[in-house]
């Protein structure tokens, strides 16, 4: 069996889980976590870090999904596949200028330091 129900793919994927459960109960119950508990609380970090991930997996992702579809359906040679998702690589060039302007128009929240430690 081959895939995400393969039994080597769930065994990973359920010590990825186990290990990510053991990661934030040893944080919570440590003096000095990793992360600051007033910095994992606060809402825009929490979304940020959530966000993140799920936009590059779907950025790159569109790209690699891409890069093998089109030689497997259309069978096009390499030089022809690489014009074909050039357009993706130009746009997201293209417009990561705008992108950091609006983002910009926003104004940027100042970082807040956590309370020091007793």
């Known amino acids: 069996m081959r895939g995400w129900g393969a039994p080597a793919g769930l065994r990973e994927l ?3 889980v186990g290990l990510a459960a053991v990661f934030v109960v040893s944080e919570r119950r440590s003096v000095h ?3 600051p508990t007033a910095l994992a609380r606060s809402v ?7 966000l993140l991930p799920v936009v590059m997996v779907g950025l790159f992702g569109s790209l690699f999904t891409a890069t ?3 030689p497997d ?9 690489g014009l074909r998702v050039l357009p993706l690589t130009v746009l997201r060039v293209i417009g990561s200028p705008p992108a950091g302007a609006a983002l910009g128009g926003w104004g940027r929240a100042r970082p807040r330091s956590p309370a020091p430690c007793s």
């Open 14 to 16: 359920a010590s990825a």
């Open 33 to 35: 976590p990793f992360v």
């Open 44 to 50: 825009p970090v929490t979304a940020a870090t959530v």
């Open 68 to 70: 093998f579809h089109l």
């Open 73 to 81: 359906t259309l069978r096009p040679d390499p030089l022809t596949t």
